[in-house]
């Protein structure tokens, strides 16, 4: 049974780039980082190189982590192998690299949990997606993950590859816009920014019968009041043993 819908009395903690706020995101030490405080799940960004080997980082462009002017794709892994991506957040992750899936995957196995994001930068989505399933597939870790994309088309390649694959359709709800069942029937949960959404239209989207994940990324003071009282089954944060520590005084 996949781990995301084992039944639980609190909410599942979901590291945002790993532990984003106390390390680099989406390297091997903010995942590390995640697990140490205690996160159910590391979310992860995944994208293609030049060469079409599957990286981890979130932004189409190399500037904002890296100080290098370019896109992500017009390098090669081993190019991107060579950039620091931890020297912007402090001098402690100096020397940090960017790691590729299947190099998480193979760090942290079975002993935790990934949402992994692909990411819509000008791709085919067919093979894009095919890379992504089978990486996890080959590992036998399709137990221990949620597809998640704000392109559909994505997680629809997921589903043509494997029905059983679990997928997250991520979406920025507008003037309490609910997406149509068509749509929201194919996938397995519902991911919205916390900003964007109240009690009552977190109550709008359970009826229509699926999970949601609330993401907190941009939480500041790190309370968690609405994100907490929303219902919400998922809640993404860059801060998971705060969001752990608040929880645990529910249970």
Known sequence: MNRFFVARKTPFV??????????PENTISAFSEALRQGADAIELDVQQSKDKKLILMHDYSLRRTTGVRGKVASLTLRQLKQLDVGSWFGPKYRGERIPTLEEV???YGAKTNYVIELKFYRMKTGRF?????DAVASRKLLDHVLFLSFDPRLLMQIEKNNPAAKTCWAFVPILGWRPPHWLVSRFDVLAIASKKADPKYTDKLASLGKPVDIWASSSQDEQYDDEMKSGAQFITTNHPAKLRELLSKQD
Request: glycine share 6%; proline share 0%.
């Open 14 to 23: 979901i590291a945002h780039r790993g532990a984003s706020s106390d390390a």
């Open 105 to 107: 995957l193979d760090t």
């Open 129 to 133: 997606a095919r890379r992504v399933y």
